[in-house]
């Protein structure tokens, strides 16, 4: 599968999964996702999330998909898991049949920073901590299983919390930015950790043991923390409903169904601007 890939892959699709993917409460069937899926592997087209997930939600989605990604992104860019021979480097260590590329540090490092924040009055009682909070008061606020939640919080190299406090998003920004640290922000939560998604994926096409930019990249995100994805895309796309600024700089859909419909239909329609017809 891999020889084939790298010889005559006809295309490459990075892309985030929460709300892009797959809606975040994942209350949708996947039969047709998984489907799709196994249709473009046949094709040699392969996905690559790129996603805040952790390592083991997506050996669980994975599993509920019964679909293995030849590569994947954890926790916003921290970290690249390959399959042995997808790309071109060696790795630090393996994880089971994954050779993993670390490009941050464990976030346990800045513990005494992110107890900090927690404690502030800026952010106590303003703002969650997602590894430490309690799963049900997280689900109640982001509308997501507990179950889901649970696994969200075994993260290794990031930490999130959850706030919209603007005084408090302020705290986080201020206390960070002589550290290493970055910072993304989305509607709902803060993320804390050493790379993003833009490094992440440049360092991915980099090491790529494919056709190099013969292989045309299409890219898939739905909010700004997914830019780097698509600045490094072909054919990058946006599945949302919203009207940001940022959508100028890329093709813009608005879709009217929810995911993994809008996502199929949006794959689809890239690989038609490349010339591949399903």
Not at 88 to 112: F, H, M, Q, T
Not at 225 to 234: N, Q, Y
Request: glycine share 4%; aromatic share 8%.
């Amino acid at each position: 599968m891999l020889t084939d890939f790298r010889l005559s892959g006809k295309a490459l699709i990075l892309t985030d999964i929460d709300d892009t993917m797959l809606p975040p409460t994942q209350e949708s069937s996947l039969e047709e996702l998984t489907s799709f899926l196994s249709k473009l592997r046949i094709l040699g087209i392969e996905v690559i999330p790129v996603t805040f997930k952790t390592h083991i939600e997506i050996e669980e989605l994975m599993s509920k998909l019964n679909h293995d990604f030849l590569a994947y992104v954890i926790e916003g860019g921290c970290a690249i898991h390959a399959l042995s021979g997808f790309l071109k480097w060696g790795s630090r260590y393996s994880a089971r049949d994954y050779e993993v590329l670390e490009l941050c540090n464990p976030i346990s490092l800045y513990e005494e920073l992110l107890t900090l924040i927690e404690k502030d009055l800026n952010c106590s009682e303003k703002a969650l901590r997602l590894t430490k909070a309690k799963p049900e008061n997280i689900s109640e606020i982001l509308g997501m299983p507990t179950d889901s939640i649970r696994l969200s919080q075994k993260r290794v190299y990031s930490e999130v919390f959850v706030t919209q406090h603007t005084p408090c998003r302020e705290f986080i920004v201020s206390v960070t930015k002589n550290t290493s640290l970055r910072i993304i922000q989305t509607r709902r939560a803060v993320h804390l950790l050493e790379a993003d998604k833009d490094k992440a994926t440049y360092t991915l096409l980099k090491n790529i043991n494919a056709v190099g930019r013969e292989t045309p990249i299409i890219g898939l995100g739905d909010n700004p923390a997914d830019e780097g994805i698509l600045s490094h895309s072909d054919v990058p796309i946006i599945i949302s409903e919203s009207r940001a600024e940022w959508f100028k700089n890329s093709y813009y859909m608005r879709s009217l169904e929810r995911p993994p419909n809008s996502w199929i239909n949006a794959v689809k329609r890239a690989l038609n601007i490349v010339g591949i017809y399903l």
